[in-house]
């Protein structure tokens, strides 16, 4: 059979327009066979395709030696993909992966993989086809964000907060490091929107995510869990070092300006340090009765 007549369509009588080559190269992506020797060495014996996805990657070099697409992967992508590789290997299992590459001048380009392997004389030889996903990703991590965020102040939500403190429990389930969270809730809050209006106090809120996000590390996560209600969850960080720190952002809240007047806003802090083994809503329950206890107390304190 010719190159031709093997993908001329079949018994469906349609003509392939020109030919092969020119057909592949108009795909908008690209094809490819991929051989892993015994030795280990991999190259791309075939590749076509209108190569969109990979401008500045010489595609003869790739015939000798798949690393000069390799050698453009990100750190964290390049031993996903040699895993991928090396399953599928085993198994003779499809690859089915995306990773990031980086491109000329400094481009950076997302690319799904779909690829099968067959036994070769020399290794495994895989047929497949690479295709640049890259708007895809953008608008995902784009609708990711939004799903994320508090709308009024930019924090994370009540639902990002809880995916950040299960992964926070669970390193320290396997590390020992020490986790604290943070409850913080508004005194008197309604006083503030019934004095000054709604309006100043929605500003008082994104005022007081700004305070928190100055005061606070880059690791910490800081969320809205809505109403006038925030959570931070502090890795790395036990109750020694969590109290004094509460304080600290309780005593500059309580003499921030806020647009109104310094000592008008206060807040109560609820705080509880992670036990190893424990529930994350049982974590959850132990900081809010402690928070509970700061509001019965008189407010404006932090309770342990
Ligand atoms: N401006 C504004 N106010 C909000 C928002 N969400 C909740 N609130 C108000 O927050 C107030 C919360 O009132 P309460 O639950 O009685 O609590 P509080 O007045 O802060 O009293 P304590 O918590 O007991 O100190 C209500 O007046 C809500 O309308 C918001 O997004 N913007």
Request: charge should be neutral; hydrophobic fraction near 40%.
């Amino acid at each position: 059979m010719t190159e031709e007549n093997a993908m001329s369509g079949g018994g469906l009588g349609l003509e392939l327009p020109g030919n092969v080559r020119d057909f592949t190269e108009r795909l908008p992506g690209v094809i490819f066979q991929f051989h892993r020797g015994l030795d280990g060495h991999m190259h791309f014996p075939y590749l076509a395709g209108n190569g969109t996805s990979l401008p500045g990657i010489d595609r003869d070099a790739l015939g000798q030696d798949a690393r000069h697409m390799l050698d453009r992967l990100y750190d964290d992508d390049y031993p996903k993909l040699m895993a991928a590789i090396e399953r599928s290997a085993r198994w003779r299992v499809p690859i089915a992966t995306k990773f990031r590459i980086r491109l000329a001048h400094g481009r950076t380009r997302w690319v799904a993989l779909r690829a099968q392997p067959e036994d070769a004389q020399s290794g495994v030889l895989w047929y497949g086809l690479m295709i640049d996903i890259t708007e895809q990703m953008v608008e995902e991590a784009r609708l990711r964000r939004l799903s994320d965020t508090d709308d009024l102040t930019g924090l994370a939500n009540r639902r990002k907060l809880m995916v950040r403190l299960a992964e926070e429990i669970s390193r320290c389930n396997r590390h020992g490091s020490p986790l604290s969270l943070m409850l913080i809730d508004l005194d008197h809050f309604k006083r503030v929107n019934d004095t000054w209006g709604h309006l100043q106090g929605d500003q008082v809120l994104i005022e007081l995510a700004r305070l928190c996000r100055k005061l606070l590390r880059e690791e910490d996560t800081i969320a809205r869990l809505g109403g006038e209600e925030f959570a931070v969850v502090l890795p790395a960080t036990p109750l020694v070092r969590s109290l004094p720190l509460a304080e600290r952002l309780r005593h500059r809240i309580g003499e921030h300006p806020f647009g109104i007047e310094p000592g008008q806003i206060t807040v109560s802090i609820g705080l509880a340090e992670y036990r190893p083994g424990e529930p994350r809503d049982v974590l959850i329950e132990r900081a809010d009765r402690c928070l509970y206890a700061a509001k019965h107390q008189g407010r404006n304190r932090v309770e342990s």
